[in-house]
């Protein structure tokens, strides 16, 4: 009997190649569109330049699900999508006495800049910052949405700021993905805010989660969290926090929100707390002491 030759082996994938495609670690953090040769950063043509910021649309896949209705993506719910959450931020700040976001502004978690575009009284006068992990969002905002500042950062809780850079800092469901380092990145944001500067930002708790299961029991974060309920049983105990599946991209946060208030209170000013107030999730306004650094 002869002896098969043992199947040859497929070479070992380049490590970039490798990285490229760990979307927990590095993925994100580069623009996909790479050949051997390199990549090219596409510059805005003079027809796209002419047209309005409400006419300047990322692509559906640079979304992240704003806009889709039915299985159709609509332009219109996109903008307004992001005009409301902005109006929701402004109300915040109102309640808490602040007449509007300040002169320095960061969007954390900013994607294609679907609520920073609706800053630009703000960025005519000021400077309006966005951060996201996503790099092919990033790239699109920059060319496409001047006078707003974008950049890439990465899921490592550092920002390449100043201490006591903005007046306001805004995280629109942000906080319901950071499923690790989650304090080492409101430390981080509070180093970035001025003395009395805002923090306003999102949270998934369990009133969001009753929300969930009572006006749309067919949504898929109902398996989601079933299934790590009986993977552990621990949903049934007390908790304080809970993260369904993994990667930046596909994980819920889940906080016990009394504990996690509590929890941050004693790094920062509580100011407001909204129910309800984006969406599903709820609003929570923070305030830098304005005694100490």
Known sequence: MIPRSPTPKAPPRPIEERLLAATNLAGTFYAPARGKAGHVREAIGPEAEARPWAARLPPTDLRHYYGL???????????SSGASDVRALRRT???????GPGPRILDFGCGAGRMTRHLGAEAATGEVWGVDIHAE???WAQTHLPPFHFVTTTTAPHLPFEDRSFDLVFASSVWTHIGDLDDAWL???????????RL??????AETLDRIAREAPDHASN???AALDAETGLLTRNWRAFITRTTPW???VVYDRDDFLAHVARW????AVIPGGHGWQTAILLAKPEARS
């Open 69 to 79: 209705r039915d299985g159709a993506w609509r332009d219109d719910l996109y903008l």
């Open 93 to 99: 700040l109102a309640l808490d006495g602040v007449a």
């Open 137 to 139: 969002a990033i790239r």
């Open 187 to 197: 430390l981080e944001v509070r180093r970035l805010l001025k003395p009395g500067g």
């Open 200 to 205: 306003y930002f999102t949270i998934s708790d």
């Open 223 to 225: 398996d989601h969290v």
């Open 250 to 252: 596909k994980q819920r």
């Open 268 to 271: 920062m000013e509580l100011r």
